[in-house]
């Protein structure tokens, strides 16, 4: 079953503006993970955030974590065509097993 | 550094038939997951192996998925018979142990006619 649910399923936008799409997941959580896929590049790792931790910056990417709503936001500024892609949050729920549980991602375009 | 290998890249069968796929990590990594992307969705984790150990394959369809990694490096995916739902894009991952980053390879779309 799905853990997380993104928000917009789609988005579409300027190039140079920035993207902002949201994640809500349903249990605790160990981290949550941010990965983008597209056609030519397949799933990629973008930026993982513990659950002790509040915000994390990487380059271009800004992630928040609140626990206590169960959310997270990936923001993306100066957006490029390159960024076209689907985003996914995935979290994983500690222990030993640590496999990924998606949400059913954000479709972001960006218009030249 | 070489990625997460899978081959085939794409495979066409007709239901009830058999088919098998096969994921090559990156060198050194300890953990292999296996995902299953139903088109518009998320992946869905089916199995994941320490070394050469099952750790957690509680949504793997045991009446007709199997999985195996012999030796702790390569690892194989069995769907026998297929069903027409199977129709996904099959995903390996490795990480170099758990809790760590995981990697993924470029996948295997599987059709069932």
């Known amino acids: 079953s799905q853990q997380g649910e993104e928000d917009p399923q789609a988005l579409s936008i300027q190039e140079g503006e920035n993207a902002t799409m949201n994640c809500s997941y349903k249990t605790s959580i160990n981290n949550l993970q941010w990965y983008r896929q597209n056609s030519g590049r397949g799933l990629v790792h973008l930026i993982l955030i513990r659950s002790n931790e509040r915000e994390k910056h990487s380059g271009r990417l800004r992630v928040t974590l609140d626990t206590s709503k169960k959310s997270s936001s990936l923001l993306i500024t100066a957006s490029r065509a390159a960024d076209t892609a689907s985003y996914f949050c995935a979290t994983t729920s500690g222990g030993g097993a640590d496999g990924l549980t998606f949400g059913k991602g954000t479709h972001l375009i960006i218009q030249p | 550094e070489a990625g997460v290998a899978q081959s085939p890249r794409y495979k066409i069968i007709e239901k009830r038939q058999s088919v098998a796929f096969w994921c090559n990590p990156i060198s050194g990594h300890a953990t292999l997951y296996w995902y299953q992307q139903i088109l518009g969705q998320g992946p869905k984790l089916l199995i994941q192996f320490q070394n050469n150990g099952v750790v957690d394959d509680s949504q793997l369809p045991k009446d007709r998925f199997s999985a195996e990694r012999l030796k702790g490096v390569d690892s194989t995916l069995k769907i026998q018979p297929a069903k027409l739902e199977d129709s996904a894009v099959y995903l390996c991952?490795?990480?170099?142990?758990?809790?760590?980053?995981?990697?993924f390879g470029p996948g295997t779309r599987l059709t069932v006619l």
């Open positions: 991952a490795s990480s170099l142990s758990r809790g760590n980053e995981q990697f």
